[in-house]
């Protein structure tokens, strides 16, 4: 079998990539089609751990969901991790192979290119359409000659390309005309339509404007998709959130959730803004009285960590703490929590010891080796945040680097397999109020059962009533519904046509 192949690029970063092409997997799996994503290289600290144990995009995953396949390392080859003092983490099939400067990573792609045909070639192999995405603009001169995730991918997939463009922020026809334009001659021919994204008000305001666009450009415009609210797909860019829209109606929780610069696996708190108001905190005089703080993952701990007491929101989550808000920590969010962290081997910093916000009794040690792993727990105490699930199973995953040791807390998780196998270890802790939780899993708010349980802890405390039963709308119709509003905005017989005719 050799699949056949469509990229979706787009005129900027952040126009609707990765959401496009999850909504076009799930209509092709709904055509009775086998198809499978790709992105050659993401720059992303929203990451998920694969089945086998690497480390992937977490916008390949969706996409892999929306398919209905298992994710695996071949659908995103490269990813890279931004780390403090402008550097990155090279994750190369899943596993870490070196952290690095910009200037040198361009002298390492040559080989890069090699692993990312590899698992091209291995995908195409598996399936009747492999959907590509590609990163930023195809046409930012200063990168192209160096570039391995948009038109050197085109070329080596045979993929013809849809542009797309983002509406809602203006100038829509100038950038998508504006790329076709700096574009070499043998890469507009790649190109072979439009696809406008986010559009609000009607429709027909549109239309002069696009029978201009395919006179100019000799190219169709295959559709317009409407801005949408309601339809929750993770997201893998920050500025994501930064255009998150208004709380729901029926929020009545206030999560304030720490905005670390190197903030990483947002995307944990997705299922919090159904019915609660999510609100990302950069500033202390921005925290004011929430019923629960969150400290989030981050590729940086210890970079971040001092963020904390430099801008002063650590003296006021601790303050905070004292006067009983409770406070759960995630992964990095976790080692933050305890006495303090420590990096002999300088795997993050020169700082050997940073002091740590000391709401839990336990240290910190940083290794060379990251655990990635999915895992399966069951809650082990009653306590506080978790009173009500003692024995519930959960899942979620783990991407970290060290080891904590924990003196005088509650340990929270009991972790028995992974998919290597049975395991026998604990993960995470709870002081001894069952007011301030740590755990390196990331996932645990998309546990219905123990998110219920949490936010009910957090109402009864302010003497609001329970909410039980209303689980969110299922993952599986959150990507049909992304499937069935896509799909009638576009022309989807001109589109299985390009896929038909492919580059000629």
Not at 459 to 468: A, D, I, S, T, Y
Not at 477 to 491: C, F, K, N, P, W
Request: aromatic share 6%; with cysteine; hydrophobic share 40%.
């Amino acid at each position: 079998m050799q699949a056949k192949t469509l990229m979706i690029q787009g005129t900027a970063s952040s126009v609707g990539k990765s959401v496009l092409v999850t909504a076009l997997c799930r209509i092709f799996r709904q055509d009775g089609l086998s198809v499978a994503p790709f992105k050659a290289q993401n720059m992303a600290l929203n990451s998920f751990v694969t089945r086998d144990g690497g480390e992937i995009g977490r916008a390949q995953v969706v996409q892999a969901e929306a398919a209905g396949i298992e994710p695996t390392v071949d659908m995103n080859p490269v990813l890279l991790k931004p780390e403090a003092d402008a550097r990155s983490q090279v994750i190369v099939r899943g596993k870490v192979a070196k952290s690095i400067s910009a200037d040198r990573y361009y002298r390492y792609t040559p080989y890069l290119l090699k692993v990312i045909e590899s698992s091209l070639s291995r995908l195409c192999s598996t399936c009747d359409i492999v959907v590509i995405e590609g990163a930023g603009s195809p046409a930012e001169i200063n990168l192209k000659s160096r570039e391995i995730v948009n038109m050197r991918v085109a070329r080596m997939a045979h993929a013809p390309v849809l542009l797309l463009g983002d509406i809602d922020r203006g100038g829509v026809f100038a950038s998508l005309v504006g790329t076709l334009e700096l574009l070499e001659d043998d890469e507009r021919n790649y190109i072979k339509g439009f696809i406008i994204n986010k559009f609000r008000g009607d429709l027909k305001l549109l239309e002069l404007g696009l029978k201009l666009l395919e006179k100019r450009t000799e190219r169709p415009v295959l559709g317009v998709v409407p801005y949408f609210r309601g339809i929750t797909i993770a997201q893998e860019d920050s500025v994501y959130l930064e255009e998150r829209v208004e709380s729901p109606p029926k929020a009545d929780l206030d999560i304030a959730i720490i905005y670390l610069p190197h903030i990483s696996n947002y995307d944990d708190f997705d299922p919090l803004e159904e019915d609660c108001q999510v609100r990302y905190i950069a500033h202390p005089s921005e925290l004011g009285a929430p019923d629960l703080i969150i400290l989030p993952g981050t590729k940086s701990t210890v970079s971040d960590l001092l963020h904390l007491w430099r801008s002063g929101l650590g003296e006021n989550i601790i303050q905070q703490t004292r006067n009983g808000t409770p406070v759960m920590g995630i992964c990095g969010g976790y080692q933050m929590l305890g006495r303090s962290i420590h990096d002999p081997n300088g795997v993050e910093s020169a700082e050997n010891e940073v002091l740590g916000l000391g709401l839990l009794d336990m240290v910190t040690t940083f290794a060379p080796e990251k655990s990635t792993t999915q895992v399966r727990a069951r809650v082990v105490t009653g306590l506080g945040m978790l009173e009500g699930i003692e024995g519930q199973e959960i899942m979620g995953y783990e991407i970290h680097m060290g080891r904590t040791m924990c003196d005088g807390n509650i340990n929270a998780f009991h972790v028995f397999e992974t998919p290597q196998g049975e395991v026998d270890r604990f993960d995470g802790t709870l002081n001894a109020q069952g007011t301030v939780l740590g755990t390196y899993l990331h996932g645990l708010f998309h546990n219905p059962d123990l998110r219920q349980v949490l936010l009910n802890f957090l109402r009864r405390r302010r003497g609001l009533p329970e909410k039980w039963g209303e689980a969110a709308m299922e993952k599986e119709q959150q990507y049909d519904r992304l499937a069935e509003l896509v799909r009638r905005s576009l022309d989807m017989t001109a589109i299985y046509g390009i896929l038909e005719q492919g580059i000629k």
